[in-house]
Structure formats: structure tokens, C-alpha cells
């Protein structure tokens, strides 16, 4: 064909391209080849018809020059240029298949639509691994870290997630990890593991539907780096010898449940996968315990009065104040959360923050030697609560500084029943033995400082016995887990399971023991997989990932089992020491008054004398004797009578 054709023909098919004319028109090639020899060299290489539509008589050669013409004139400069640069073959359409690494891309989003995570996840690291694939780098971490937690590997999930948050928000998933870390917050027991990470992003706008719930996330969070700080500076409230919690180490505890509020079901789509349009950095956090205090009071007052989490911030108000030394304010706050959570008046219900609330205005009106009023707040803990045991403990103190000895015994009582006696009460026999000296009953004093012996001095051996034993801080903790596994049987095995209960009353004992069985069961987990996940890299990387951060937790457990293993032997030995000194003050009183008696100056008859007292009660209650017996329904209704004692004590 002329040249001067080839030209011609060209032009004529340019022109029916752009016009629409032809959908599956293709441009002629440098060669020169005619449009029925690339149609049918295409069809072979691609294996699909490209033939046109049914064939007009093509025009005239003046015909076409005035087409050409007419176009030319209608057509911009720049148009015209880019006409001629479309004479490029097939590089001028894309009409490419799609890459390897999209396709691949494609098939592992259709694995997450089918629910085959295990394959999906594989799929997505082999993406995020593969240098050619850049481009999918952040769409398949994201994906990754999406697959494993609907895997129920929220630990590893949690570490995928936290590699996007350390790119900051320049990461275009960044809010979107977010959002899902308040997922993982409801999953695992160590909610501080998730806030450390968010903690640094405490200024961000968080979504409006989550923003209340992570404000008081980490107002908790910054509440407890307090705690953490006053800890490691030797400041923590600790015992004294009159039976009740110093400071913050029993406030602390109460009203905080680290595994989240209510389940929340994610949704793929929430947030916006989009790039985050306001940079935001990462906030400064304080540096000690004031600041860490000022940090949560800040995120506190944030909350929306209107939301369900408005009654636990004031509540962890209460406490920060309470930290802080401002105790009528602290008073003030748990007052509001009382009010707030009225069952027959107010919009939201929570009965155990509620009680929560009742335990701390009893704490701090006993603190202040107010004991009716904590008698009073005492009385509100529910017998269904799980602190009804602590509140009976703590109020016997109470009714004991009233000199109201029947009732603290009463409660004593419910505490030594069968069904409690393996909780631990220590305390609670040296009040028992305590109340009876006080009442001029020395025989029955030692009698109970025998028992409190014969109770917890193997106890006191044991532990003294352990801590000898072990040499490394995580095989403190190796021990406890152990007999977790293995519940021992037996004496011996009695008091290893106190000694188990001892070291899992601590806070964060018990949930770094809860964290390490939670990464046990991940590891299981991966391991019951199919054989292509197991055996691919990343199921490798993944168990290696849980089982170095294994080794790190059960360390750390470890030390702390060891400090909280030590100070229960202390604590225990100072007991000992004053059941000791409670037997020595009954010999030496009943050696005094013998003497008096021997020498003629004092008669027993006016110094122990009955008491008065009666079995009426009031309309709701029924007096019925007591024989040994226990019943369910009668615990904590007890009251001891003394019938005799000193006559200084009825006066």
C-alpha cells in the first residue's frame, strides 16, 4: 500500500475512534500493516475478536481530505498533538492485563470476602514482602493485621497494627488502626497493651462514635502509669496493723475491668480508608505521677456528660483525687456516680460500678474515723457482689472501733464458714482474737491465736520455703503457673493453691498471668490451622513473635510474683508477730489479775459480770439460736453475743 494511503487510512480510523464509533477499533502500527492483518494478528495473540461492526464502504480520497480538513480546523493545537502521538501502537490504549502483583492482590481481597483468613493473611504478606509490589505495601499490612484478628490472633493482630501507628498518620489506614485497636481492647486482658500504643495519639480527634470510650480508656491508662511510677519510687500504699488498706492499694483495684466495656462487632468499611487530611503528631506524655494524673483528669473532663461512660470517668475522678489528696472532692465525685446510676431514677444502669462507688465512700469516711458513715456506705455492697466477702472484712473493723463487738464477730462468722474458708482472711482471726482481749476473755483469746497459728504458720514456711528455693524471677512465676495446670493435692497442695491466690491478688499479677496463657492459646491456635498456613513463613514468624513476647511477660510476671511473694511473707510474719504479742498481753493479764485476786484486792465477781442483751429483732428478721450450723441464706446476718466480760465494756 502507498504510503500516501497508509496515512489516509490512519486518519480515517483515528477519526471513528474518537468519534465512538468503533469500541473494539484498534490504531494501525509503525509497520504500516492494514487493518484486516492487525485484526487478525491480534485475534491470534490474544485469542478474542477484534473485528468491527458490519462494514461500511469506506470514503472517497477528497472525501477523506475533507474529513481531515474539517477536524483539523474543529481540533486545538494541543489536541492535534496529541492526536499525533497516539500513532504508538499499542502502548497508546491501555488495554495491558493486569499485573502479577494485582492479580494477586485481587485474589487475596477475595479470600478475605470468603472468609478464608488463614489464606488471605498468607497472601497478603507474601504482597507486603515482595519489593514489586510498593505500591500494595500499605493496603496489604492493613489487610494483614484485619486477617489475623478475625484469625482470633489478636496479639499478633495488635503488633501488625502497631507497625502502621509507628508510621504515623501519614499512613493512609492510620485512623483505621485505630479504630481497630479499640477492638483488640475488648479481646485481651492487658488493656495498657493497646493505650500505650493510642497514649502517644492522645490529642487526635477521635471518631465521634468511639471518642468517649477512648477517653476513658485512657484516663484509665494514664491513672495506672501513675500508679506504676509511684510503685518504682517506693510510695505505694501498703498495710497496717489495724486490719485495713493504706493508700491506693485496694482503691486502685476496684472498678476497673480490663477487658473492656461491651462487645462491639467490627465492620469492614467503618472509619475511612482514606488519607488522613490533618497531621497530627504525637503528644508529649508527662514524664511522672503528677503529670500522669493532670493527663487523665484532662481526658476525663473530655467525656460527654450524656454517655454511658460519663458515671466511670467520674468514678476514676474520685480515685485520681482521691490520689491526689483532695478527699472531700474525691467524696463528691463517687456521690455523683451514685446518683447517676440510681435504678429507679436515673437513664443508665451499672449495679457493680455503683457498689464500687458505695466501697469508696466507705474506704474514705473510715480513713477519717467517720465509722457510721462507712458502716452506713459498707451496708449498700450486695451479698450477690464479688466484694461482699471485702466489705464484711473491712466493716467488722468498723463496728469493732464502735466498740460494737457482737456485730464484728458476727461478721467473723460468715468469714470462717465453710463456704469461704479458702479465701484468705488472715486479719481476721487476729480481730477475732483482738475483740475477745478487749473483753477480758484471755482464754478464748488464745485459743483463736492458736488457730490463726496452726493455720497460717505453715503457710508462712511455705512461702519463706519457696522463696529460698527459686533463683530466677520468671521461675517465681513458672512455679504459680504450674500449679495452675496442675492443681496440687494434699496439705502441701492446700497451701500452694493459697500461696497461687496470695500472688494473683495482685492487679497486675493477675492479668500478666491472664496475658501469658492468653499468647498459649494463640500459639495453639496457629498450630490447628491447615498445613499451608503452618508451614508458611509467616505462621513461622508469628509463633516466634508470641513466643518472644512470652518470655518477656512471664519475666516481667516473674518479678512481680517475686515482690508480691516477699511482701505476703512480710505482711504474713508481721501477723505472726502480733498473734504473739496478743497471747503475751492475755498471760500477763490473767497472771495480774491472779496476783490482785492472791493479795486480796480484787474479786472476780464485779469484774466479769453477764451482759445484758436480747433476742428481739426487727420485723424483717427472724432471732433463731445458733448451733454450729451454717446456712447460705443466713450469711452475713450473724450477730455474736458476748454474754459475759468486763464490766468497764457494758458501762
Known amino acids: 500500500m502507498p504510503a500516501k494511503s497508509h496515512r489516509y487510512c490512519f486518519v480515517f480510523v483515528l477519526a471513528l475512534f474518537l468519534s465512538g464509533g468503533a469500541e473494539a477499533l484498534l490504531p494501525i502500527g509503525r509497520s504500516g500493516r492494514s487493518i484486516a492483518h492487525a485484526q487478525e494478528s491480534e485475534k491470534k495473540d490474544l485469542d478474542f475478536d477484534l473485528s468491527l461492526q ?3 464502504n469506506p470514503p472517497k480520497k477528497n472525501q477523506k481530505k475533507k474529513q481531515l480538513r474539517k477536524k483539523r480546523q474543529k481540533s486545538p493545537a494541543g489536541k492535534a498533538k496529541q492526536t499525533q502521538s497516539l500513532d504508538l501502537g499499542f502502548d497508546a490504549l491501555d488495554v495491558s492485563v493486569k499485573s502479577a502483583e494485582k492479580e494477586v492482590m485481587d485474589k487475596a ?3 478475605m470476602k470468603d472468609r478464608d483468613y488463614a489464606a488471605a493473611a498468607v497472601a497478603f504478606n507474601d504482597i507486603y514482602n515482595n519489593p514489586r509490589a510498593s505500591k500494595y505495601f500499605q493496603s496489604a499490612e492493613y489487610q494483614l493485621a484485619k486477617a489475623l484478628y478475625r484469625m482470633r490472633l489478636y496479639h499478633t493482630s495488635l503488633e501488625r497494627f502497631g507497625k502502621i501507628l509507628d508510621q504515623g498518620v501519614n499512613h493512609k489506614y492510620f485512623r483505621t488502626s485505630l479504630e481497630w485497636l479499640f477492638f483488640i481492647s475488648h479481646k485481651i486482658s492487658d488493656q495498657s497493651e493497646v493505650l500505650k500504643d493510642v497514649a502517644r495519639y492522645a490529642d487526635i480527634d477521635f471518631p465521634k462514635k468511639y471518642r468517649d470510650e477512648f477517653l476513658f480508656l485512657l484516663a484509665k491508662y494514664f491513672y495506672f502509669r501513675a500508679v506504676e511510677l509511684e510503685k518504682s519510687s517506693g510510695n505505694a500504699g501498703g498495710r497496717s496493723s489495724s ?3 493504706t493508700g491506693g492499694n485496694r482503691v486502685e483495684e476496684f472498678g476497673f475491668d480490663l477487658g473492656g466495656s461491651e462487645e462491639t462487632k467490627p465492620q469492614d468499611g ?5 488519607e ?6 504525637p503528644s508529649a506524655l508527662p514524664s511522672d505521677t503528677i503529670g500522669f494524673l493532670s493527663k487523665s483528669k484532662a481526658m476525663i473532663l473530655q467525656i460527654d456528660n450524656k454517655s454511658k461512660f ?7 475522678e474520685g480515685v485520681v483525687l482521691y490520689k491526689q489528696g483532695n478527699f472531700q472532692q474525691a467524696v463528691e465525685s463517687f456521690k455523683e456516680v451514685v446518683k447517676l446510676l440510681n435504678p429507679k431514677k436515673a437513664r443508665l444502669r451499672d449495679d457493680i460500678l455503683r457498689e464500687d462507688a458505695f466501697f469508696q465512700l466507705a474506704r474514705i469516711h473510715y480513713e477519717h474515723k467517720q465509722f457510721r458513715y462507712a458502716l452506713f456506705y459498707y451496708d449498700k455492697i450486695h451479698r450477690d457482689s464479688i466484694a461482699w466477702l471485702e466489705s464484711l472484712f473491712e ?8 466498740g460494737q463487738y457482737q456485730k464484728a464477730l458476727g461478721n467473723l462468722i460468715t468469714l470462717d464458714s465453710p463456704f469461704f474458708r ?3 482472711f488472715p486479719e481476721g482471726l487476729i480481730l477475732k482474737a483482738v475483740t475477745y482481749y478487749e473483753n477480758c476473755r484471755y482464754p478464748e483469746s488464745n485459743q483463736i491465736v492458736q488457730e490463726f497459728k496452726r493455720r497460717y504458720e505453715p503457710l508462712h514456711r511455705e512461702l519463706a520455703k519457696l522463696l529460698k528455693s527459686e533463683k530466677t524471677p520468671d521461675s517465681y512465676y513458672r512455679k504459680l503457673l504450674a500449679i495452675q495446670k496442675v492443681p496440687p493435692h494434699g496439705q502441701s497442695g492446700k497451701l500452694l493453691r493459697r500461696i497461687l491466690k496470695v500472688a494473683l491478688a495482685d492487679r497486675d499479677i493477675r492479668i500478666l498471668n491472664e496475658s501469658v496463657l492468653e499468647h498459649d492459646r494463640e500459639i495453639q491456635r496457629i498450630r490447628d490451622k491447615g498445613t499451608a498456613f503452618t508451614r508458611s513463613k509467616l505462621a513461622t514468624r508469628l509463633v516466634g513473635y508470641l513466643q518472644k513476647r512470652k518470655v518477656e511477660l512471664v519475666k516481667k510476671a516473674g518479678l512481680l510474683t517475686k515482690l508480691q511473694l516477699e511482701q505476703e511473707h512480710e505482711f504474713l510474719g508481721e501477723w505472726i508477730g502480733q498473734a504473739l504479742r496478743i497471747k503475751l498481753e492475755n498471760d500477763q493479764a490473767e497472771l495480774e489479775v491472779l496476783r490482785k485476786v492472791q493479795a486480796g484486792e480484787v474479786d472476780l465477781g464485779p469484774t466479769l459480770l453477764p451482759y445484758e442483751w436480747t433476742g428481739a429483732v426487727d420485723d424483717e428478721k427472724l432471732y433463731w439460736p445458733y448451733q454450729g450450723e451454717y446456712w447460705r441464706d443466713e450469711l452475713g446476718t450473724y450477730e455474736y453475743t458476748l454474754t459475759w466480760g468486763c464490766r468497764k465494756r457494758t458501762e
Open 54 to 56: 458490519p462494514k461500511k
Open 109 to 111: 481481597l477475595d479470600l
Open 243 to 245: 486490719g485495713k488498706n
Open 270 to 274: 467503618f472509619g475511612l480508608d482514606l
Open 276 to 281: 488522613v487530611e490533618k497531621k497530627t503528631a
Open 310 to 316: 460519663y458515671p466511670k470517668g467520674k468514678y476514676l
Open 395 to 402: 466493716s467488722s473493723w468498723a463496728w469493732f472501733r464502735l
Open 422 to 424: 479458702e479465701e484468705y
